[in-house]
């Protein structure tokens, strides 16, 4: 069977099982995958097209004869074995914030700068989840009118804080229900010194703050969206919030268009016929998009479009996207698929 032999690295993780299962519905070919995890992991075994495959411990080793390397397993291990796989002939799409800021590494949403993956040295890199909603969002926009200022909020789901702080958020909520006593060890960030509930609350904070205030999540969003878009100029900020919902980022953005001409149903019209986008633009109706909705589908929803009051080139959107699919495992095999077909990479013998 002539095809390429995919590794993913993390296959036990939350985004790691999403990839599995993305890549049973990619349309490039598939000789074999390879899971591999940490050692603790090693033995157990997954489904892949209703077979079982067994997991693997990650060892430099692991990268022979692989073609594409699908890293989401921390940015510690994406440093550590990236080059590896590299070096052993395979093109690693990581999903950590390791090579993202790297000027060597491309970073890719498929629908906004695909021809960025013709540039990579071995390692293409996977915006953060709440980024590549918005890039696939505002793109389109972007194309038509420029862009010179975005704001956006986020209120992003549980599960992009891992498995283990979902199943916390459900165990404080029943508690709290029942009136039991509950515990925080995770939220907002693993690495602080204090930790809230999540259940029935909303934490703006998301990884560690820096210097000036910022947290590293919002710092992701703004230089991110400067290196997908090429543009240093665009003015962009962002606060970064988790709420206790299970899957799917939503988020409310804030934009001022450079161009004259653009209205609600010009972006409306662009939206409808962008690529990845699915227009959810009713308020009549209350039809808009909603993080549940969303969930366990690949697109981005877009709806709420709006003019601003005061701001005649201002307008403001809802955007809302699963961030295990399209901000992370869907995302990184698009990549994939887009070096099939641009003809970058070749079957390992």
């Known amino acids: 069977m002539t095809g390429y032999t995919i590794a993913v690295v993390g296959a036990t993780g939350a985004v790691g099982t999403k990839m599995i299962q993305m890549l049973e519905q990619a349309t490039f070919p598939i000789k074999s995958v390879k899971l591999l995890a940490s050692k603790r992991s090693a033995g157990k075994k997954i489904l892949f097209k209703g077979k079982e495959a067994e997991i693997q411990e990650t060892t430099a080793e692991s990268f022979e004869n ?8 921390g940015g510690s291990i994406s440093k550590q074995f990236a080059p590896e796989a590299v070096k052993r002939g395979a093109v690693v799409i990581d999903n950590t914030s390791a ?22 040295k071995g390692i293409i890199a996977n915006p953060n989840c709440s980024t590549i909603q918005m890039m696939v969002a505002l793109e389109p926009i972007r194309k038509q009118y420029g862009l010179d200022r975005i704001i956006v909020s ?9 498995i283990s702080a979902v199943k916390e958020m459900k165990e404080q909520a029943q508690k709290m229900l029942n009136e039991e006593p ?3 060890t995770i939220l907002p960030s693993g690495g602080d010194k204090k930790h809230f509930p999540i259940a029935f609350n909303a ?35 962002a606060t970064c919030v988790r709420i206790p919902v299970v899957s799917g980022h939503s988020e409310s953005v804030y934009i001022e268009v450079k161009e004259d001409g653009a209205s609600v149903s010009a972006l409306q019209d662009i939206l409808r016929n962008a690529p990845g986008v699915v227009l ?5 109706n209350q039809i808009y998009p909603t993080a549940l909705a969303a969930a366990g589908k690949k697109e981005t929803f877009v709806g709420r479009i709006r003019k601003d009051r005061d701001e005649d080139k201002g307008f403001h959107m809802w955007i809302v996207s699963d961030n295990l699919l399209k901000g992370a495992a869907w995302n990184s095999v698009q990549i994939a698929e887009s070096l099939h077909k641009l003809g970058l990479i070749k079957v390992s013998n």
């Open 66 to 73: 692989v073609d594409i390397a699908l890293f989401s397993a």
């Open 99 to 120: 090579y993202r800021m790297d000027s060597e590494v491309p970073l890719v949403v498929p629908e906004v700068n695909e021809e960025a993956v013709r540039s990579h």
């Open 154 to 162: 986020t209120y992003q789901a549980v599960s992009g804080a891992g």
């Open 182 to 184: 509950y515990e925080a």
């Open 203 to 237: 934490l703006p904070q998301i990884d560690l703050f820096t210097e000036d205030g910022y947290t590293f999540e919002e710092l992701k969003m703004i230089n991110e969206t400067k290196k997908i878009m090429s543009d240093d100029k665009i003015k962009v900020s």
């Open 280 to 284: 959810q633009d009713d308020p009549s």
